[in-house]
């Protein structure tokens, strides 16, 4: 008799763990059909400082999460693509001690001040377009632009600053390539 009900519950908790294993499976098979797709495979292999090596690694490192504005559904608005915070938008509030940021998440406010994201599109006027590859990788490396301004948090200069140079070109020459948009940010 105790060898049956062994055998018993022993097929009852099979049942139960394929059960398990099966709506396991189930759930990875619906949220697959919800992942971002890859872009497709470029023909050739992009060189170690070309834009297209430069548009992945600005898309890796999440430059539109913060110079970009947001549409409503929280995705980027690709017509001001790179442009930082945009006059108008609400600012964060304020709050002692903690660290706030608008809807956009191009404004950011903390115990350093308030970070207003900047527009790092090739506009000559209002943008990076007038600065010189040598420019960007000391920017990057050392937290200071040409004009002598601090990168602000949450700016992740502290990490893109240690990419090799190569990469550093390569995000410098996606974003010569952009689209310029006037955009005046100011401090």
Do not use: E
Request: proline share 9%.
């Amino acid at each position: 008799m105790a060898r049956h009900l062994l055998t018993g519950l022993a097929m009852i908790v099979l049942i139960l763990f394929g059960g398990l294993v099966g709506y396991h499976m189930a759930r990875q098979k619906s949220a697959s059909a919800h992942l971002i797709r890859p872009l497709p495979a470029a023909a050739t292999p992009a060189s170690a400082a070309s834009a297209a090596w430069g548009s992945q690694l600005v898309l890796l490192g999440g430059c539109n999460d913060c110079h970009t504005t947001k549409l409503a559904n929280g995705q980027p608005n690709m017509a001001d693509m790179l442009a930082g915070y945009q006059p108008g938008s609400p600012m964060p509030p304020a709050i002692p001690g903690v660290v706030t940021g608008n809807p956009q998440l191009t404004a950011w406010r903390g115990p350093w001040g308030l970070t207003l994201s900047r527009n790092i599109t090739p506009d000559k006027q209002t943008g990076i377009g007038t600065w010189t590859l040598a420019q960007f990788i000391h920017t990057m490396r050392t937290g200071v632009d040409p004009r002598g301004r601090a990168l602000l948090p949450p700016m992740n200069y502290q990490n893109l600053g240690r990419l090799p140079d190569a990469d550093l070109a390569a995000i410098y020459n996606y974003l010569m390539s952009v689209k310029p948009i006037h955009n005046l940010v100011h401090d």
